[in-house]
């Protein structure tokens, strides 16, 4: 049997996989611990999760939509999304250059997936915060991984704070 090894997306464009909402009770968690303040963006909205129970000033970017987060150009205090994964990289850098805040609900392993993101992250600033949720499952996700946010701070330097916020 000759099995091709799986390709990373070379597109820049995120694929019909990504599409992986958010639930409703994960997303007020989220935004709870958080409690974000200033302007904040949600560059991936799908159906709304995030974005509707943020408190103004807020905008958004779906690229299902016409309104591509890789081509937002305002500056913004935070994002808080749940991005795709096919192009996570791409939205890393993008999210880096136009919030001071960051916080990503993902598998937790795409912090530490390459040495080329780490160095972007210090580039940046750092994580400042690991939020422990749980196994994929309990985040709508379509993995076993555990899954929880990732939070970068422009310019931070200290220690990563780690969260177990007790949902598993």
């Known amino acids: 049997m000759n099995v091709k090894p799986i390709q990373p997306n070379r597109t820049g464009k995120a ?3 990504d599409s992986v909402m958010t639930p409703t ?4 968690l989220v935004i709870k611990h958080f409690n974000p303040i200033g302007k904040v963006l949600e560059p991936a909205r799908g159906t709304g999760n995030f974005y509707d129970l943020l ?3 807020k905008d958004w970017c779906e690229i299902t939509e016409g309104k591509d987060f890789l081509e937002y150009k305002e500056k913004v205090d935070w994002i808080i999304t749940n991005p795709p994964y096919s192009i996570y990289d791409l939205f890393l850098e993008k999210a880096f250059d136009v919030a001071d805040n960051v916080v990503f609900l993902v598998p937790l392993q795409k912090a530490f997936k390459s040495m080329k993101t780490i160095r972007t992250v210090n580039q940046y600033g750092g ?3 690991i939020l422990i949720i749980g196994g994929g499952g309990k985040c709508g996700f379509p ?6 946010c990732l939070y970068y701070k422009k310019d ?4 990563v704070k780690i969260n177990n916020c007790g949902q598993f």
């Open 15 to 17: 694929t019909i996989a």
């Open 25 to 28: 009770h994960i997303a007020e």
């Open 55 to 57: 408190q103004e000033p």
């Open 127 to 129: 994580l400042k915060e």
């Open 143 to 148: 993995v076993g991984f555990p899954v929880g």
């Open 156 to 159: 931070y330097k200290g220690d």
